[in-house]
């Protein structure tokens, strides 16, 4: 049965599912990170350091004393190979225990999901993923964008794994990200994020919302709105160039033109035979925003 994703009522809330501090390879601490995101417009930020599992209820500054600029939300990201020898990067959100390196990838993995965490597949052109590593592991969600890979050698898109992901699997999400790492050569960050709309900034509200996949990624285009009556998808965003309806292969029905005016707002008909769709915004400055796929199934 297909039921529409999105339910707004809430507030959207800018968030980063990717970050690194002292506790592992990144150049700020937890400190400094809050205080540099807060000043970005961010309201919450996982801590995904490489196979640091952070607990943020037994860090007194990230649970409010002093108060914090932002909600801090537990995570760790896991590196290394499969038993068929493929490497991975895999962002793990939620609070797990008990990680080690020397367990190795496939074993973390399963101890992050009996934890019920949620297991994002990283920056996945980065690591030379194939097609079918994408496919060998289950995972939650794929970075369809990471902001440091463009910097390192401009390989940020994930769009062709998440595509080949959602062919065996329509519910998969995509995730902006900044995998910011915030030292001398490797900078940048608010390049990708995530707006999750929810009933409240709490990370149980939070974490259900990106659960459900009740949230869009970003590079700059803001959705306004989305919402579907009957077969028909309308969405109000930022300023864009263009917004595309897309599907499966070569299906896409995309509304705005090169030098046509700005669009703030477009309605698609939502073909029944596709069996995933998403939209996807572009600005005039080429940044894009995702929506999730447009149906739980």
């Not at 190979?81 to 008990?98: K, P, S």
Request: hydrophobic share 40%; with cysteine; aromatic share 10%.
């Amino acid at each position: 049965m297909k039921v529409f994703r999105y339910e707004t009522t809430g507030g959207w809330f800018k968030g980063n599912t990717h970050i690194h501090s002292t506790a592992s390879d990144g150049g700020m601490t937890f400190t400094q990170l809050a205080e540099l995101y807060a000043g970005g417009g961010y309201d919450f930020l996982f801590r995904t350091d490489h196979w640091v599992a952070s607990d943020v209820a037994s860090d007194k500054a990230a649970a409010g004393d002093p108060p914090v600029p932002l909600l801090w939300l537990d995570g760790i990201e896991l590196d290394g190979n499969d038993d068929a020898g493929a490497a991975y990067h895999v962002v793990c959100l939620g609070l797990v225990r008990g990680m080690a390196r020397e367990m190795g990838l496939e074993a973390g993995l399963a101890a992050a999901r009996r934890q019920g965490a949620m297991c994002i597949l990283a920056h996945p052109h980065w690591t030379g993923n194939t097609l079918d590593d994408t496919l060998r592991h289950d995972f939650d969600g794929v970075e369809v964008y990471n902001h440091v890979c463009r910097f390192l050698n401009g390989k940020s898109d994930g769009a062709i794994h998440w595509t080949a992901m959602l062919a065996e699997n329509p519910n998969v999400l995509a995730f902006a990200a900044d995998d910011a790492h915030l030292w001398p050569g490797h900078h940048g960050w608010n390049g990708g994020w995530v707006m999750v709309n929810a009933s409240a900034c709490t990370a149980e509200a939070i974490t259900a919302a990106l659960r459900a996949g009740n949230f869009y990624s970003s590079c700059g285009p803001e959705i306004r709105s989305i919402e579907c009556r009957g077969n028909q998808v309308r969405v109000e965003t930022s300023p864009v160039q263009f917004v595309r309806l897309v599907g499966p292969a070569w299906n896409g029905r995309p509304q705005g033109a090169f030098g046509g005016p700005l669009l703030t707002e477009a309605s698609f008909e939502l073909p029944a035979d596709w069996p995933w769709i998403w939209l996807e915004m572009e600005d005039i400055q080429g940044r894009r925003a995702w929506t999730n796929p447009l149906y739980r199934i």
